[in-house]
C-alpha cells in the first residue's frame, strides 16, 4: 500500500462535498426530483459494483438482476422476526454466496461461458423461488411494512454508492487490484507470474455481487409488495450493463458518467412511449459497440490525450524553428 | 417413462434445429448471436401468418421462411458483424463485441416484434391429432415438426460432410487462419455460415410454431437453451449438438411431468453445471482451450 498522494486528497474532498450536497436533496425537494434521483443513486451503485468486477476482466456479466432479487429476497422473507440491518448483512452474504457459486462453476472457463451461464441465472433463481413459495408457503407475494420513506431509502442507498467507491479505491489499492489489472492485461502472463487468476476473479465478483445484493435489500422497503418477477427483473442487469459500458469501464467514476443521463432519459422515455423500451435498449446497446467501444469517458480521454500530443508537437516545432 | 422420453425426443428435433443454427454460427463465422431466439421467434410469426393469412401448411412455408431468414441473417452479417471481426484485435475482442452487438439485436428485433404483435401469446391449430406411438398418444403435429427436423438435419449432414462447398465451411470451423491458405474466402464461409445457422433456427421456429404458444420474447429462452446445447455438445460439432439436444428435450420433459412445469430452467442449468464441471470441452471434446 502506497502512501495517499495529494491529488486522490483532493478528489476525496470534491467527492465529499458532492455526497454531501446530494444528501441535502430530501430537504428540498420530496417528490420528483426526489424519486428520480433514488434511482440514479440506485443505478449508480449498481453500476459500480459491477464495474468493479467486469471492468478490469471484460466479462459481461448478466447476474445483477440475480443478485439484486436475492437481496430483495433476504429481507422480504424475514422482515416481520429480524432486524432490518441484520437482513441487509444476510443478503450481502447470499449475494457472495451466489456469486462464489457462480464462480467456482464458470470463471476456470473462458469468459463465453460465464456471460451464458449468467444470462439466465435471474431467471433460473426466480424459476426456484417460485416453486419453493409455492410448495413450501401458501403465499406467491410477499409484503414488506417498514418506517422508511423514500428519502431513508434515499441516504441508505447513498451511502451504498460511497461504500462501493471506497471499496472500488481500496481494491485498486490491494494486491488484488494489482493482479486484476494484470489478469486483464493478459490472462497468460498473470499465471506466468504466478497469479492464481480464478481465486483473484472469483474473490472480486463475490464483492460485486454482495453489493448488488445489499442494494436490492434496501430496495426492498420501497416496493413494498414483493413478487418474483418483479425482483428478478432481467432488464435491471441489461440497463446495468448499458449504463456501465456507455459511461466507460476504465475508471471507477466512469460509470456515474453513463448513469445519471441514461436514467433520465429512460424515466422521459418510459413515461411517453413505454413500449418503445426495447427498441431503445438495442439501439444503446449497438451505439456502444460502434460509436463509444470504450465509453463515453474513454472517448474523451482519446480527445484529450489527442488534443496534448499536438499541442506538444505544436510546442516542439516552436522549439526547432 | 416411455411418455416421458418420447415427449422429450420429439421435443429435441426442433431444439437440434436451433442449436444447430447457433453452432454453424458461433463455431464458423466465430459470433456469438445473442439474438438467435429473436430469428426463431420471427420464424414462429411468419409460420403464424402465413398459415392463418394464407393458409399454407407450415411445413411447405419453410420454403419461403428458410430462404427469407438466410438472406436476412447475410445482411446482417455483412453489414453489421463483418465491420467487428475486421476490428478485432484478437479472439476476446471480438467475443466482446459481438456480445454486445447482438444483445442490440435481440432488443431491437424484439422491440420491433413487440410494436408489430404486442405481448399476448399466439396458436394456431395445425394437425391437431391423435398419433399413437407404443401405444399412448401424442400430437401429430409434434410427430411431423420432429420428421421435418430430421430430414432438415440430415440435409444439413450431407451439405457438411458431402460437398466442397461444406467441407471450406469445416475447414473454417476448425482453423480460420489455416482455412485461408488453402484458397478459402474465410470471410464469403463465415457470411454463409452465419446465414445458413439463420435460415436453421428460422426453421426450427416454424416448426415449434405448429404445436407450441408462442409469443414476441420469448426468445431469450431458446437463445439460453441453445447456448447450452451448444456448449454441452461442442462448439462447432453437428452430432454432439444432436445428442445434447436429445439430452436436453428428455431432461426438461422428466422434470416437468415429474417434479414442476415451472422448473424447465432449472433442468437445463443442471445439466449445464454437470458439463461446466466435468466436460467444458463438449461431449466428444475434440481440444482444449
Known amino acids: 500500500m502506497s502512501a495517499v498522494s495529494a491529488g486522490e486528497i483532493r478528489v476525496g474532498l470534491a467527492g465529499a462535498v458532492v455526497v454531501a450536497l446530494a444528501a441535502c436533496l430530501p430537504l428540498v425537494d420530496q417528490g420528483f426530483y426526489l424519486s428520480i434521483s433514488v434511482n440514479i443513486v440506485l443505478y449508480a451503485a449498481l453500476c459500480t459494483a459491477w464495474t468493479l468486477f467486469s471492468g478490469p476482466t471484460h466479462y459481461v456479466s448478466l447476474a445483477t438482476a440475480a443478485f439484486f432479487g436475492v437481496g430483495t429476497y433476504s429481507v422480504a422473507l424475514w422482515i416481520d422476526q429480524l432486524p432490518f440491518p441484520a437482513l441487509v448483512a444476510g443478503g450481502a452474504l447470499a449475494g457472495a454466496a451466489l456469486a462464489g457459486v457462480v464462480g467456482v462453476a464458470t470463471l476456470r472457463l473462458s469468459g463465453v461461458y460465464f456471460v451464458i451461464f449468467t444470462l439466465g441465472l435471474a431467471e433460473l433463481v426466480r424459476q426456484i423461488v417460485t416453486w419453493a413459495q409455492a410448495k413450501f408457503t401458501t403465499r406467491v407475494g410477499l409484503y414488506v411494512f417498514t418506517d422508511f420513506t423514500e428519502k431513508h431509502i434515499y441516504w441508505m442507498l447513498l451511502a451504498l454508492a460511497v461504500a462501493v467507491f471506497l471499496a472500488g479505491w481500496l481494491i485498486n489499492r490491494s494486491r488484488l487490484g494489482f493482479a486484476m489489472r494484470i489478469i486483464g492485461n493478459d490472462e497468460t502472463v498473470a499465471r506466468h507470474v504466478g497469479i492464481d487468476t480464478a481465486r483473484a476473479k472469483i474473490l472480486l465478483f463475490m464483492v460485486s455481487g454482495a453489493f448488488i445484493a445489499i442494494a436490492g435489500a434496501i430496495s426492498a422497503p420501497r416496493y413494498g409488495y414483493i413478487q418474483p418477477p418483479s425482483a428478478f427483473n432481467p432488464m435491471i442487469s441489461f440497463l446495468v450493463v448499458i449504463m456501465a459500458l456507455l459511461g466507460g469501464t476504465s475508471r471507477l467514476w466512469g460509470p456515474l458518467v453513463g448513469v445519471v443521463p441514461f436514467v433520465i432519459a429512460m424515466d422521459l422515455i418510459s413515461a411517453r412511449f413505454p413500449n418503445h423500451m426495447p427498441i431503445v435498449m438495442g439501439l444503446a446497446f449497438l451505439a456502444i459497440v460502434y460509436l463509444l467501444p470504450h465509453g463515453v469517458t474513454g472517448r474523451l480521454e482519446q480527445v484529450w490525450t489527442r488534443l496534448r500530443n499536438r499541442r506538444a508537437l505544436a510546442v516542439g516545432a516552436e522549439r526547432t524553428a | ?289
Not at chain 2, 398419433?131 to 421435418?148: C, D, E, H, M, P
Open chain 2, 1 to 289: 417413462m416411455t411418455h416421458i422420453v418420447v415427449t422429450g425426443i420429439l421435443l429435441s428435433g426442433t431444439y437440434a434445429l436451433i442449436a444447430l443454427g447457433l453452432t454453424l454460427q458461433y463455431g464458423v463465422a466465430r459470433i456469438m448471436n445473442l439474438a438467435n431466439g429473436e430469428t426463431l421467434v420471427a420464424g414462429c410469426f411468419v409460420a403464424f401468418w402465413l398459415y392463418t393469412a394464407f393458409a399454407i401448411n407450415p411445413i411447405a412455408g419453410l420454403l419461403v421462411i428458410a430462404p427469407a431468414a438466410f438472406a436476412f441473417n447475410w445482411a446482417i452479417y455483412v453489414v453489421a458483424l463483418r465491420p467487428l471481426v475486421r476490428r478485432a484485435r484478437n479472439r476476446g475482442q471480438l467475443e466482446v463485441d459481438s456480445i454486445l452487438a447482438t444483445f442490440g439485436l435481440l432488443f431491437l428485433l424484439q422491440g420491433l416484434m413487440l410494436l408489430g404483435f404486442g405481448g399476448e401469446y399466439f396458436s394456431y391449430a395445425f394437425l391437431a391429432e391423435r398419433f399413437v406411438i407404443f401405444g399412448s398418444g401424442y400430437g401429430l403435429n409434434r410427430v411431423v415438426a420432429f420428421a421435418a427436423a430430421v430430414v432438415i438435419a440430415a440435409g444439413l449432414y450431407l451439405f457438411l460432410y458431402r460437398t466442397r462447398q461444406g467441407t471450406a465451411v469445416r475447414a473454417v470451423a476448425a482453423d480460420p487462419n489455416s482455412a485461408s491458405l488453402v484458397a478459402i474466402d474465410v470471410s464469403r464461409t463465415a457470411a454463409l455460415a452465419f446465414a445458413l445457422g439463420g435460415a436453421l433456427t428460422a426453421c426450427g421456429g416454424a416448426l415449434l410454431s405448429t404445436f407450441y404458444t408462442f409469443n414476441a420474447s420469448m426468445g431469450v429462452i431458446f437463445t439460453m437453451k441453445a447456448l447450452i446445447i451448444v456448449i454441452m455438445g461442442g462448439v462447432g460439432d453437428v452430432r454432439g449438438a444432436v445428442l445434447a439436444a436429445l439430452a436436453l428435450g428428455i431432461a426438461e420433459t422428466a422434470v416437468a411431468s415429474l417434479i414442476d412445469p415451472g422448473l424447465t430452467l432449472a433442468a437445463t442449468y443442471g445439466l449445464f453445471i454437470l458439463v461446466l464441471l466435468f466436460r467444458p470441452q463438449g461431449i466428444f471434446g475434440r481440444q482444449t482451450a
